[in-house]
């Protein structure tokens, strides 16, 4: 099991808005990104000790009235995805489930005086009173970090947007609704290509939905999207420009004796993700997390239970609808450990060369004892030891949806409703020693 320390930092009165619906590192991991049902965007930055401290905060995305459908858009974040970063200046795109922005954080520690043709407050001054002209000049000020709205990709989406992805072109990036996949250049606004349409003549024909879209990491033609029948789709841009008939589908048979009513609802991937040398593909369905070898369709090369235990309660699920739930998956920096969350501030990680697995609590309490995070584990009869908790115990409102692990060390940030828990192997590599714990809460 991984040793970890705890540090913790939390707001006693959230509401649904201060909800963290996204998190992402940034390429180099020295920043950390979160957006909430609020529209706002939250950014950490790295301190040369290993604590993660806010460093710009923002409000994305506003609430919205499409007048045509009468249809309320919320503000929420949906995605937040990281550009390369090229300079000083920071690049990162999110998205809400209509309109995507990107946005530019940049910092400032000078500014200008000393204007001819303005005063001290701004106001332009009366050019027949000007007698003298003087050269303006940059004064020293407090640090001022400033985020700015650079592009704004609107009117290309029916449906409500669920995937946003840079290409490793860092040119274009891909938007995916529930029927359709546009490829947009980064500075054109006005128009994007449409590469996948899912969406029949007749929508009563209908019989799936798109879940999930990515771009692989190292080849910029070809992408990964997954769909509600739980089959994962590589296309090949290079093949046509509509990719309608997918390179590859991956796909594991189903035995018809064990089908029931939710299998359907338990196949759906909810995340996809290439594994860094792009030669894996990690998708998330409802109770499991399976890894495809790229080369290999027609099954999964490790299925890995995330929380078999809930299969008695899938009727209590249903009715609560935490069925419908998504749950991100992600690698780590050497594609050696994937890591997903699940109920009960639960989050999982499992080791693929030893099959070793570990299940690890996101919680309040463990941070205000600042603690070592000890092993969990759920028990469907009786309890073998005073930790365990028992399946029918299980809060299924606290749950872990978004999680994210840092592109090299050992680092990963959880979400939890408002709660932001960022967490450091005690030997992680990047030489501190002792576990070093944020509970970060948005707000």
């Known amino acids: 099991?991984?040793?970890?320390?705890?540090?913790?930092?939390?707001?006693?009165?959230?509401?649904?808005?201060?909800?963290?619906?996204?998190?992402?590192?940034?390429?180099?991991?020295?920043?950390?990104?979160?957006?909430?049902?609020?529209?706002?965007?939250?950014?950490?930055?790295?301190?040369?000790?290993?604590?993660?401290?806010?460093?710009?905060?923002?409000?994305?995305?506003?609430?919205?009235?499409?007048?045509?459908?009468?249809?309320?858009?919320?503000?929420?974040?949906?995605?937040?995805?990281?550009?390369?970063?090229?300079?000083?200046?920071?690049?990162?795109?999110?998205?809400?489930?209509?309109?995507?922005?990107?946005?530019?954080?940049?910092?400032?520690?000078?500014?200008?005086?000393?204007?001819?043709?303005?005063d001290e407050e701004g106001r332009v001054k009366d050019i027949s009173k000007i007698t003298s002209l003087q050269v303006p000049v940059l004064r020293p000020m407090d640090l001022l970090v400033e985020a700015s709205p650079r592009r704004v990709f609107s009117n290309a989406h029916a449906y409500h947007i669920n995937s946003i992805s840079i290409n490793s072109d860092c040119e274009t990036y891909l938007s995916a609704d529930d029927l359709r996949i546009n490829l947009w250049n980064l500075s054109i606004t006005d128009r994007s290509f449409n590469i996948v349409d899912l969406k029949p003549d007749n929508m009563e024909d209908l019989t799936e939905v798109i879940t999930v879209a990515e771009f692989h990491p190292h080849h910029c033609h070809l992408l990964a999207f997954s769909s509600s029948t739980g089959t994962t789709r590589l296309c090949d841009m290079r093949s046509r420009a509509l990719c309608d008939q997918h390179a590859k589908l991956f796909e594991e048979a189903v035995d018809p004796a064990s089908r029931s009513f939710f299998s359907e609802l338990i196949s759906s991937v909810s995340d996809v993700k290439f594994s860094h040398s792009g030669r894996y593909l990690l998708t998330r369905d409802y109770l499991s997390a399976k890894v495809w070898d790229l080369n290999m369709e027609k099954k999964p090369v490790e299925t890995y239970q995330v929380h078999d235990y809930l299969r008695s309660k899938l009727c209590t699920l249903y009715e609560s609808d935490c069925i419908f739930d998504k749950f991100e998956c992600a690698w780590n920096g050497t594609d050696s450990v994937i890591m997903t969350g699940a109920y009960n501030n639960f989050f999982r990680m499992f080791d693929r060369a030893s099959r070793r697995d570990v299940t690890l609590e996101a919680s309040r309490e463990v941070c205000k004892r600042r603690a070592v995070l000890r092993p969990r584990r759920v028990c469907i009869g009786r309890k073998r030891r005073e930790s365990d908790i028992c399946v029918d115990s299980l809060d299924f409102r606290k749950k872990v949806l978004h999680t994210a692990w840092h592109p090299t060390d050992n680092i990963i940030a959880i979400a939890a409703r408002n709660n932001l828990y960022i967490f450091q192997d005690r030997h992680s590599p990047s030489g501190h020693h002792g576990m070093n714990v944020n509970e970060l809460d948005i707000f």
């Open 1 to 118: 099991s991984r040793d970890f320390a705890v540090g913790f930092n939390f707001h006693s009165h959230p509401n649904s808005a201060d909800v963290i619906s996204t998190v992402e590192f940034s390429q180099s991991g020295e920043f950390l990104a979160t957006g909430d049902k609020g529209g706002r965007v939250v950014i950490f930055q790295r301190e040369p000790q290993g604590e993660y401290n806010v460093y710009s905060t923002f409000q994305s995305h506003d609430p919205e009235f499409d007048y045509l459908k009468s249809l309320e858009i919320e503000e929420k974040i949906n995605k937040i995805r990281w550009l390369p970063q090229l300079h000083s200046a920071l690049f990162l795109l999110t998205t809400n489930d209509k309109t995507i922005k990107l946005w530019k954080v940049s910092e400032r520690d000078k500014q200008p005086e000393g204007y001819n043709l303005k």
